[in-house]
């Protein structure tokens, strides 16, 4: 059970992502001292596309405390 919520599959859900400035274009203007990094929030929407896969009939509501 997750936040009140009983999930319908507990089986982990892997979903493998390639990211590189070969594939994510957008990356390579995108640096930490020269090093490309996926931005925040991009990250936060594959999550939560990924969550939509497991549990299609929940929506985020919020999200809080974020620190990086």
Do not use: C, N
């Amino acid at each position: 059970e997750a936040a009140g919520v009983a999930l319908l599959d507990p089986k982990p859900l892997v979903v493998p992502i390639l990211v590189s400035p070969e594939t994510h274009g957008y990356l390579s203007g995108h640096r930490i001292k020269g090093v490309p990094v996926v931005p925040v929030v991009l990250a936060l929407e594959w999550f939560v596309r990924v969550a939509r896969l497991a549990q299609p009939e929940l929506r985020l509501a919020k999200l809080s405390h974020l620190k990086v």
